[in-house]
Every structure is written in structure tokens, then in C-alpha cells.
């Protein structure tokens, strides 16, 4: 792709698509470790626990790269984390924007953030979110950003919903690293 083209939808390696748990055990992550960091490879599809959980407290780590200019609102820095599987928090380079249900943080396409609590890209920010019978409370950069907000809908390409499943790191279109990943139980 040279610098004059706008991105487009990026086609899933086949061997690496993590359209359902089965497909992914086979396959395995193709993802970069670099400085304790693992990083997003876009096309190489999403990484994710082998266990399932259904009450807990994840925290970790991500930083979104500074993109090329062309590179236009969501592609910038566009990933996520899924719920079980099911429900993608939003993390997007949405410095400075107004809250949507698409930018940072956001239950995608179902709850905007109650505030915008980003940092720019390059640097690296903290979120942790909170699920207990699949009610969320997402904290960004220490600033609580879903306030026990229940989830019902899957995400676009979430896998089927349900009370428990494993957590998913996605691969979009964008390098975003990752670090400081912790699961508790409660």
C-alpha cells in the first residue's frame, strides 16, 4: 500500500482467523513479543485466553502507534478487548475527541464513554475493566469512563453471548501493543 491510498478492510490470514475458539486452539497466536510487549499483527487475527471467565477484574496496558496522516477517525490506532469473547471494549486514538459509541473506551456501537480520558498515541495508557454477571466498569488512565453498564448484544464479529468465555485481544488494522495483562477472579 503506498502513503497515496486509503486504507481499506484488510482480508484475515485463514490459518490465523479466530472466528470461533476451535479455529484459534488449532492455529495459535502469530503475534510479535517485543520489550514485554506483545503487539498486534493486522491479518494475523486476534489473540485470546484458552480459559473462560465469567466474574472478573482485568487490567492491562496498550498503546496506540502514531499513524500516517491519511489514516482517517477509527483506523487510528483501531483495536480492542472482548468481553468474553462477546463484547468489544473500543481502544481507538481518540485524543481530544468527543465521546462516541466507536471511540476509545466504548462499549462498540452500543455506549459512548461517560468521558473521553485518552492519551495521544505514543504514549502508553492503563485500562481496566471490571465484569460481574456481565456488568461492566471500565476505567481508563484512572478516570471511570462505564459506570455498571449491562451488556447484552454482542459485538460485530463477537463470538456468540453468553456468561463466560475467554478474553480477546483483536487485531485490526493497527499495531497496537500490549502489556501488564493481569486476570483476578472474583
Known sequence: MTSHQKPGLIRI?????????EDYNKTGARWKIENSAVIARPGYGDIMTTKSYENYKLHL??????????????WKGNSGVYIHGSFEI???????????????GALYRQAAPIVEASKKAGQWQSL????INNT??????????QDKILIKKQTLYGFP?????????????SKVRFANIAIKQL
Open 161 to 173: 453471548a453468553s456468561q463466560s468465555g475467554p478474553i480477546r485481544l483483536q487485531s485490526e488494522c
Open 13 to 21: 490470514d485463514a490459518r490465523a482467523a479466530s472466528s470461533n475458539a
Open 61 to 74: 496496558n496498550f498503546l496506540v502507534p502514531e499513524e500516517p496522516e491519511w489514516v482517517k477517525n477509527e
Open 90 to 104: 473500543a481502544i481507538h486514538n481518540s485524543f481530544g475527541l468527543e465521546p462516541t459509541k466507536r471511540t476509545n
Open 136 to 145: 461492566l466498569t471500565v476505567t481508563l488512565n484512572g478516570k471511570i469512563i
Open 128 to 131: 481496566e475493566i471490571t465484569c
